[in-house]
């Protein structure tokens, strides 16, 4: 009887350190982001501002680099959604050759956590036709849908469409 409480005794005990060990080990790899602060309305406005820097490069990579490596791009002018790299680059080269100058016009912005945010509104672009030179303006909503990935904000999600018409 004695024998059979000590092993009870010793299971019970390990199985107290397993536990203690792995709530230990779950504190103290906590990610960074964990212990990070809520953004801005300011700073999330902000991010807007680098993906139209990113446009202005004319280089279909670096605006790729904003975007998540499983971000999905809904995109404005073309009827095929991008969900990888490759897709977004092969979206943006051809809507790079236009010269893009995107300026936000109404903009509604949720901080959901320390990691996450939504930025949705009302954009235009002014496009210069690559052939004719000819200058036109395409007012679209959008949503940025945002993710702070590593320390950096990455768009997770993107979705563009041409405003449809008042009704």
Known sequence: MMRHIRTRAVIATAAALI????ITAGVS?????AKSTKPTN????????????????????VVADRYASDAVL???LSP????????I?????GFLAKKPVATKVQTVIKVLDNNEAIDTGLYEFQLTDPDTGVVSTVEARYTFEYEKVNGH?????HHSSVLPAAS
């Open 29 to 33: 790899t906590a990610s960074p982001e």
């Open 19 to 22: 536990a203690a060990g792995t």
């Open 89 to 93: 680059i092969d979206y943006m080269e």
């Open 74 to 76: 809904l995109p404005t």
């Open 42 to 61: 300011a700073e999330i406005a902000g991010l807007f501002n680098g993906w139209k820097a990113a446009l202005a490069t004319g280089d279909p990579e």
């Open 153 to 157: 904000w990455l768009i997770e999600n």
């Open 80 to 87: 095929v959604i991008r969900t990888d790299r490759a897709g």
